[in-house]
């Protein structure tokens, strides 16, 4: 049974973010499903896999159809089968990016949260995998899409839906905004005899959800415990940032959304299989970094939003200063809070969270080198009527391929690599894109097809075309497979890369990135150490760090003076 505790602070939360508009008598109603729902869950649900994190602990970002099978197969049935055989032993964990049936944004526009689309296959395949894995899951949570049932229940005003989507009325200051996209924001329609507008943060498709309305949450709730009774064990809150609008407000990371937070990480620790929450912001750091609350006390996990173009830009200039300034500035992570690490994903590298680190001019340059390696840049409007880049569309293999120093691509594969080896070797737990494991390059067949920029680092494999080309083992699936993997094999054996472990900047120049990591115990010490220009760079190390061991080449360092172009290398006593 729920704890007395548990229900004080549940009653607590309701009451800090809808007590303008909602009596004691209501609330405790809403608080009493909700103890409803989580004793009954507690009761007979299932508890799933506990998680351990570790050194060990990687995550896989993948799709339920990132492979696709010509027979009649269900696609997560036909991934489980390729998990097993080459990705098994190397993640601990699978981001399944949204599995529901969906009208848009490859899976984002939910019509059916309750549902696993028939395509991928149905909630015992979750289950299954749920066995041998941690499962990651997209509460989409900001919006809904305006062809699923809520949305057609909310234009019948009729349950469930019934009040479930954002409107205004003409009243609404949206001047101060925050946009992530360049749509238009609102779409006016006559609602029960009146003129009102929809809120659409995202795209015409995805209709925002009114948080306003505490069934909305109470909704959301129920929705994440049949996660959890499913299997899945880490909730990623999908644009929880834009959850909350405000007349005259920016309507992104405000008071109510943060309490929101809270009180579903207190439901998160009340049930029995303690799910670990993870909020997907991508905005500037400050801001990110907020999402754990001022007492942790909010998101168990946020994603390390500034990595992936920092990183990037680095590569591309040979030159370290904005990614050392960035690493010596960012704090600790505490005991069960950690960054998720990642350079891909489905999504672009963003651009948001290299405010106050990359200027105009860096920026100018960075997007005229991604656009000459193939890349797109999808816009947000901003408050002048004008637009600023949101994110760079291009795949890794493409933004590596060539730089200003390096036209030929004479060292994409060096870069690619090490680039690799920095994210997963960095404080927090590292994330890998399961098309970056195979060195994928840029859709452009999709793109063309379908005007969806994103579509261009969002290629579905041939389950039979990537088996057989991993068997070739100098095709370049396989090289990039096997490099990949050895650097996650290297990492989970070593208690200096657990993602709490201390990290500390170690300033060796512009051509140079390093840091050290040492372990909780103290025992163990690692250096990253790696040349982001495409010339030998003199490597100056002490007689101590001399007598360290390459775990990326397995030799003492003591004959050793310089570093090969592009090169990483992981020191360890």
């Not at 229900?7 to 409803?36: G, P």
Request: charged fraction near 25%; hydrophobic fraction near 35%; charge should be positive.
């Amino acid at each position: 049974m729920l704890s007395q505790q548990s229900k004080k602070d549940i009653i607590r939360k309701l009451s800090t973010i809808y007590s303008i508009n909602y009596s004691k008598k209501k609330l405790n109603i809403y608080a009493d499903e909700i103890f409803s729902v989580i004793n009954k869950y507690n009761k007979f649900g299932t508890k799933g896999k506990k998680i351990i994190i570790s050194e060990k602990t990687s995550v896989l970002i993948c799709y339920g159809d990132s492979l696709l099978n010509g027979n009649k197969e269900k696609t997560l049935k036909s991934f489980r089968k390729f998990y097993k055989k080459k990705l098994e032993n190397l993640f601990e964990i699978i981001h399944f990016l949204p599995f529901y049936p969906s009208s848009s944004d490859s899976g984002f526009a939910v019509k059916d949260h309750y549902k696993v689309d028939n395509k991928l296959g149905d909630w015992s395949d979750i289950n299954k995998q749920s066995k041998k894995t941690n499962i990651m899951a997209d509460v989409v949570i900001n919006h809904a899409s305006s062809k699923g049932l809520w949305f057609k229940n909310f234009l019948r005003n009729k349950a469930p839906g019934k009040d479930y989507f954002l409107i205004v009325d003409k009243k609404f200051d949206t001047s101060k905004v925050i946009r992530p996209r360049e749509n238009k924001l609102l779409k006016k329609i006559i609602i029960f005899n009146k003129d009102d507008f929809l809120w659409r943060t995202f795209s015409d498709d995805q209709i925002d959800l009114n948080f306003k309305n505490p069934k909305v949450l109470l909704r959301f709730i129920k929705i994440i415990i049949n996660l959890t009774n499913h299997g899945v064990s880490i909730l990623r809150l999908d644009a929880i940032a834009y959850l909350w609008k405000k007349s005259g407000s920016k309507c992104v990371n405000l008071k109510e959304t943060h309490e929101i937070i809270k009180l579903l990480r207190i439901i998160s620790n009340a049930l029995k299989s303690k799910p670990i929450i993870i909020t997907e912001t991508n905005l500037p750091e400050n801001e990110n970094l907020s999402y754990f609350g001022v007492r942790n006390n909010e998101s168990h996990w946020i994603y390390n939003f500034s990595l992936p173009p920092l990183l990037v830009h680095s590569f591309l200039f040979e030159d370290s200063t904005h990614l050392n300034k960035w690493c010596k500035n960012l704090p600790q992570t505490k005991i069960g809070n950690n960054y998720l690490n990642f350079i891909a994903s489905h999504d672009g590298i963003g651009m948001r969270p290299v405010e106050g680190y990359l200027n105009r001019k860096s920026l100018s340059k960075f997007f005229k080198r991604l656009k000459k390696n193939g890349g797109q840049l999808s816009h947000r409007k901003v408050q002048n009527s004008s637009k600023k880049v949101y994110e760079a569309n291009i795949t890794l293999f493409n933004a590596f391929q060539k730089t200003d120093y390096d036209k030929k691509g004479k060292y994409f594969l060096e870069r690619y690599i090490s680039a690799h080896a920095i994210m997963i070797a960095f404080e927090g737990i590292p994330a890998i894109y399961f098309n970056s494991i195979f060195g994928t390059s840029n859709d452009e067949y999709k793109y063309i097809i379908s005007g969806n920029k994103r579509d261009l680092n969002r290629y579905k494999w041939n389950k039979k075309r990537l088996e057989s080309l991993l068997k070739d083992k100098n095709s370049k699936q396989s090289i990039f497979y096997q490099k990949i993997t050895n650097l996650i094999f290297i990492k989970k054996k070593n208690k200096a890369f657990h993602p709490n472990a201390k990290r500390e900047n170690l300033n060796m120049g512009k051509n140079i990135f390093c840091f050290k990591r040492t372990s909780l115990d103290n025992k163990q010490i690692i250096y990253n150490i790696t040349n982001l220009s495409s010339k030998n760079q003199k490597l100056n190390i002490n007689n101590k760090l001399k007598r360290y061991k390459n775990l990326l080449g397995q030799s003492k360092m003591k004959h050793r003076t310089e570093l090969q172009p592009f090169e990483t290398i992981w020191l360890s006593n």
